[in-house]
């Protein structure tokens, strides 16, 4: 079984930062992108940024500038540091992989995490 464990949520005040962490684990033979996604309440669930297997990354308009994703394949771990951060990043952030599970299932996959909560106060 393939999971994905978040960690790095929390208070903030407006103006500060935090770098949210996830790791999967167990039985992977590759990973594809990797990316963060955030619900607010009563909101839809929104990408907030996404990085492939090569680097490549994509961000959406709301945190360009201030917030950056990163990840060590070796460890298959994906990053968030989230600078400058406003109110109206107030969510559950969620962790999200592509990957190709390994034996015995073998096959693709699209896994979750379960959310960390950062909040952001005025």
């Known amino acids: 079984q393939v999971q994905l464990v978040e960690s790095g949520g929390g208070l903030v005040q407006a103006g500060g930062s935090l770098r949210l962490s996830c790791a999967a684990s167990?039985?992977?033979?590759?990973?594809?992108?990797m990316g963060w996604y955030r619900q607010a309440p009563g909101k839809q669930r929104e990408l907030v940024a996404v990085?492939?297997?090569?680097?490549?990354?994509n961000y959406a308009d709301s945190v360009k500038g201030r917030i950056t994703i990163s990840r060590d394949n070796a460890k298959n771990t994906v990053y968030l540091q989230m600078n400058s951060l406003k109110p109206e990043d107030t969510a559950v952030y969620f962790c999200n992989a592509d990957l190709r599970s390994g034996w015995p299932l073998n096959r693709n996959l699209e896994v979750w995490g379960q959310g960390t909560l950062v909040t952001v106060s005025s």
């Open positions: 990085i492939t297997s090569g680097g490549s990354t």
């Open positions: 167990g039985s992977i033979f590759s990973i594809n992108a």
